[in-house]
């Protein structure tokens, strides 16, 4: 990083708000209380504010958009190994330049703090329109650009595939790829606002946290944004694969479930939410075993490590988030009691018969809750849990669950409800922002007159000293 004052590096210059129009060149410390912004070459002047006490972080006078330490375009570094590409991307890190490009691929790294003011503002996305001149700044903005200029030009679809290892920053990295684009596009803007709005809405549902990650992407997404032939947005779909239903059932140390399941509980305080647990049949969050890691030897007495203080606002934000898509108000208190539904049935226990090791519910209970959420007899939920029946040559066979078959059933179903509440929700945001109408049809009957941006975002790798299958996936 840079230190407490900005040293002469090359041509900047920075201008305060207090003396328009003058500018001096950069090489002394800040004063206090002052407010700046920095004049950048072909990208204009971009708003550096102080801090609580007055003074602008060290971070936020080292600007990734001035970008004047190093190389750019690392494919035309003299010598090209890994040794001079990890080199050069550290020391442009070291100065808070978190993009580099290698040819037509950008690099970035997670800088772990909010660059937002700096490196995302409007001055910034401005800059980056596809009505202005190619900029050689290495910057998420700059491959939106590039895209949809291809886009509006050739009228031939683009492609952006996003990858790297969990918590290197892919799922924000989408957010600004994703924004960027529906900002450079003529529309009414409700659209496009409905289509930012599915991002947060998937994260809720598919998102957990890791070891490696506090916001990891636990399912891959492809989403396809449709244009008219003069750039209009028309509507948007997206496709989900590969969702790590194992981690509904149990999660690793110092992990958790999928963020919605901790949603429900937040803010339990609040009239309105009491009502919804009580309606929910949910009680303390300490009670549900697939909260409390899935783990055997968990008991009702272990604590949930969740930070109540930072989910405060979440649930009802999801709630507006699916109101805003379209979800009808009776769809949304449905995903509750689906989600409710996962959380009773994975309080279902069992224990060896008193004659053989046939497994037997021990407490009816949840199952008696299952069943009237669902609308099916508690003998036959009984029934499904503890055995199988099998049809050979037209006769029934009934096989019957020892333990550990009996839990290992009791799981399955839990996530196989989950992978369809996933699969139902994809397909309701795909039927509400899918392009459909007059435009759509008009579009549609002239050659080349639809065209998509393609963005593929897929989860990150882990690698651990112990690697399980979802490693391996």
């Excluded at 900047?12 to 001096?24: F, H, N, W």
């Excluded at 999928?258 to 919804?276: M, P």
Aim: hydrophobic residues 40%.
């Amino acid at each position: 990083m840079f230190g407490p004052s900005f040293r002469r590096r090359s041509s900047l210059l920075l201008k305060t708000s207090s003396r328009a129009g003058s500018s001096t060149d950069v090489d002394a410390d800040i004063p206090d209380g002052s407010r700046y912004s920095l004049h950048i070459d072909g990208l204009g002047t971009v708003d550096i504010p102080t801090d609580s006490e007055g003074r602008t972080p060290a971070w936020k006078r080292s600007t990734s958009v001035a970008d004047t330490v190093g190389v750019r375009d690392l494919a035309t570094l003299a010598r090209l190994d890994e040794e001079a590409i990890l080199s050069e991307l550290s020391l442009r890190y070291d100065h808070n330049l978190i993009y580099s490009n290698v040819g037509d691929i950008l690099i970035a790294i997670n800088p772990f703090h909010d660059l937002s003011e700096v490196l995302y503002n409007e001055q910034v996305s401005a800059a980056f329109f596809h009505d202005k001149p190619p900029c050689s700044v290495p910057h998420v903005f700059r491959v939106a650009q590039a895209a949809y200029k291809m886009l509006l030009h050739e009228h031939r679809d683009q492609c952006c595939v996003i990858s790297g290892e969990s918590g290197s920053g892919k799922t924000e990295t989408a957010k600004f790829l994703v924004e960027q684009i529906l900002a450079m596009c003529k529309g009414s803007g409700r659209l496009e606002q409905r289509i930012m709005q599915a991002n947060p809405l998937l994260e809720a549902f598919g998102n957990a946290k890791t070891v490696m990650n506090n916001n990891s992407s636990r399912f891959g997404k492809f989403l396809e944004i449709k244009f008219g032939y003069f750039g209009e947005v028309l509507g948007a779909l997206m496709a989900q694969y590969l969702l790590e239903k194992s981690r509904v059932v149990q999660q690793g140390e110092d992990e958790q479930n999928f963020h919605v399941f901790y949603f429900l509980f937040a803010d339990s305080t609040a009239s309105a939410k009491q009502q919804l647990l009580a309606s929910l049949k949910l009680k303390d969050i300490t009670s549900y075993h697939y909260l409390r890691g899935g783990q055997q030897d968990q008991t009702h007495d272990s604590i949930v490590d969740i930070d109540f203080g930072k989910l405060s606002g979440q649930f009802e934000d999801l709630c507006s988030c699916m109101a805003e898509i379209g979800f009808a108000q009776e769809e949304i208190d449905l995903v509750w009691q689906v989600l409710a539904v996962i959380l009773h049935l994975g309080n279902v226990e069992f224990e060896p018969s008193d004659t053989d090791d046939d497994a037997s519910v021990i407490d009816k209970d949840p199952v008696i809750t299952v069943g009237e959420f669902i609308g099916v007899d508690v003998e036959e939920m009984v029934f499904a849990l503890q055995s199988a029946v099998h049809y050979t040559r037209g006769e029934k066979l009934q096989t019957n669950y020892n333990m550990y078959q009996a839990e290992e059933n009791r799981d399955a179903t839990s996530k196989a409800i989950y992978g369809r509440l996933f699969s139902w929700i994809v397909a309701k945001i795909n039927s509400l922002l899918g392009p459909k109408g007059v435009r759509y049809e008009e579009a549609c009957d002239m050659e080349n007159g639809v065209t998509e941006v393609g963005i593929l975002d897929i989860f990150g790798f882990e690698n651990f000293q112990r690697n399980s299958f979802e490693q391996f996936c």
